[in-house]
């Protein structure tokens, strides 16, 4: 599409000239002698740039000009027109091109007309991409990133966050699954009503019951007066239940009967109570090995497991690592001044090595440490925590030539599988899709790794003082 020209101009031979001379540059050329064949061309196909006669036959190239540009205003027109025409070129430009050349000219100066049409065209589709990158990123909230990863994030919660679908948020703790869930809600229909959000792993079952179903006067020994759940104070909102996977057997059994059956019963009460709110889920447990151990119910799992988002963990965001220790940076800064403007190099490539297995948490509570201790205005390695600086990724060599250093088929594999299960935050069932295995299989391998480590120490040194890999 770029090189692409279409030419309108109802003298034959200058169309034929323009495309010997314009494709011995690198174009490709399409002309036509009819204003109308080249509006119906234009709402079949794609051109970078419309080169058009301001004089012909039928329809004007000022006409021409502006409905091209009303229909498409992304699209340069320049305009071709004789010398003295002045008053004409000045009326295409009011009507949208974006140049115009004098008959006779130069091919070299026409070809360099359309190079600056075209390259204003791409700054224009470039601000409309940062304009669109802006506006995606306003709607997330204080999610910031562009790496694959989360825009693939980006993309399933822009196109589920209208709907009244019951959603499970997954991840790691620390990558920020409360700021998805608030991005859903705001982007959702029920955004001027409430956000509630509770985590079921900090209140006992008991307590848990009276918090979201709310309880009536004389339930218990501290209810003097009766109180509303949060199912029914989320009205016209969203309920966010936060590390689902942590809530109590029992509790599970009666927040999947509120969920089949849109109702809740205070403790203490007698009554059925509506309630009109949307179900928001998240954890950092592996809820299918959950189930199939039997901490977590089955029938519940698929209740709240209608649509999933995996919120990535840092380590698997790549550049984003870099965009958020800016943005620490610049959050960290001394009120009233900017006293470290930037990152060096060393340290850049210290922050993008390092796995941070305490996610976005860790990587602002470094830059925060950082911003306070440096001496520079820009922070460097030695900034850094300990942890971080000298940090060595581990890796497996096959290029070697020096036997010592190869590994065994078993060994790499072991290595290769503890490398996916930590890059997916110890998920199993995602760490079974990565490595192309049913998950029986991945069970399989690691019961064989953690035998193979049993035996591997059991037949060493009892002498031994150094540190030995484990599992």
């Known amino acids: 599409m770029e090189r692409r020209i279409l030419i309108i101009d109802d003298d034959r031979s200058m169309c034929e000239v323009l495309e010997a001379e314009l494709r011995l540059r690198g174009f490709e050329l399409t002309a036509t002698m009819s204003p109308e064949e080249a509006l119906r061309l234009l709402a079949d196909d794609d051109f970078?740039?419309?080169?058009?006669?301001?004089?012909?036959?039928?329809?004007?190239?000022?006409?021409?000009?502006?409905?091209?540009?009303?229909?498409?205003?992304?699209?340069?027109?320049?305009?071709?027109?004789?010398?003295?025409?002045?008053?004409?070129?000045?009326?295409?430009?009011?009507?949208?091109?974006?140049?115009?050349?004098?008959?006779?000219?130069?091919?070299?100066?026409?070809?360099?007309?359309?190079?600056?049409?075209?390259?204003?065209?791409?700054?224009?589709?470039?601000?409309?991409?940062?304009?669109?990158?802006?506006?995606?990123?306003?709607?997330?909230?204080?999610?910031?990133?562009?790496?694959?990863?989360?825009?693939?994030?980006?993309?399933?919660?822009?196109?589920?966050?209208?709907?009244?679908?019951?959603?499970?948020?997954?991840?790691?703790?620390?990558?920020?699954?409360?700021?998805?869930?608030?991005?859903?809600?705001?982007?959702?229909?029920?955004?001027?009503?409430?956000?509630?959000?509770?985590?079921?792993?900090?209140?006992?079952?008991?307590?848990?019951?009276?918090?979201?179903?709310?309880?009536?006067?004389?339930?218990?020994?501290?209810?003097?007066?009766?109180?509303?759940?949060?199912?029914?104070?989320?009205?016209?909102?969203?309920?966010?239940?936060?590390?689902?996977?942590?809530?109590?057997?029992g509790m599970q059994a009666k927040l999947l009967r509120a969920l089949q059956e849109r109702t809740v019963r205070p403790v203490g009460g007698d009554q059925e109570q509506p309630f009109d709110a949307r179900i928001i889920a998240a954890t950092n447990r592996d809820l299918e090995t959950e189930v199939e151990e039997r901490r977590f119910r089955e029938d519940l799992f698929y209740r709240i497991n209608v649509v999933r988002i995996h919120v990535p963990p840092l380590r698997a965001r790549g550049g984003d690592i870099l965009l958020l220790a800016k943005h620490f940076l610049q959050k960290y800064q001394p009120a009233g001044a900017q006293r470290v403007v930037g990152i060096r190099s060393a340290a850049a490539d210290k922050l993008l090595s390092y796995p941070w297995p305490g996610t976005v948490r860790e990587l602002q509570n470094c830059i925060e440490r950082a911003v306070a201790l440096t001496q520079f205005d820009h922070i460097g390695p030695d900034d850094l925590p300990e942890r971080v600086r000298d940090f060595k990724p581990s890796r497996i060599t096959v290029e070697s030539s020096d036997p010592s250093e190869l590994l065994s088929m078993e060994e790499v594999e072991r290595r290769y599988i503890l490398r996916v299960l930590d890059a997916v935050g110890g998920n199993k069932t995602l760490a079974a899709q990565v490595l192309g295995f049913d998950r029986r299989t991945l069970y399989r391998k690691l019961d064989r790794c953690r035998e193979a480590q049993s035996t591997k120490k059991e037949a060493s040194s009892p002498h031994t003082t150094g540190p030995s890999s484990s599992f």
Not at 56 to 83: F, K, W
Not at 197 to 210: G, R, W
């Open 48 to 249: 970078g740039i419309v080169l058009t006669d301001i004089n012909m036959h039928g329809m004007s190239g000022v006409d021409l000009c502006r409905q091209i540009v009303e229909n498409r205003e992304d699209l340069p027109v320049v305009v071709m027109t004789a010398y003295g025409s002045m008053e004409a070129a000045v009326a295409a430009i009011r009507a949208g091109a974006y140049d115009f050349v004098t008959k006779p000219f130069e091919m070299d100066d026409i070809a360099l007309t359309i190079e600056r049409a075209l390259k204003h065209r791409a700054l224009r589709e470039e601000v409309k991409r940062l304009r669109r990158v802006v506006v995606d990123q306003q709607k997330f909230d204080d999610i910031l990133g562009t790496s694959a990863a989360i825009q693939k994030m980006y993309d399933l919660v822009t196109r589920v966050a209208e709907t009244e679908t019951t959603l499970l948020i997954t991840g790691e703790s620390g990558t920020g699954k409360e700021l998805v869930a608030k991005a859903l809600h705001q982007g959702s229909p029920r955004k001027d009503g409430p956000f509630v959000a509770i985590n079921c792993a900090a209140m006992p079952e008991n307590l848990l019951e009276s918090e979201l179903f709310g309880h009536t006067k004389g339930a218990f020994t501290d209810a003097r007066n009766a109180r509303p759940g949060l199912f029914l104070k989320a009205s016209r909102g969203t309920l966010f239940l936060d590390e689902i996977g942590e809530m109590p057997a």
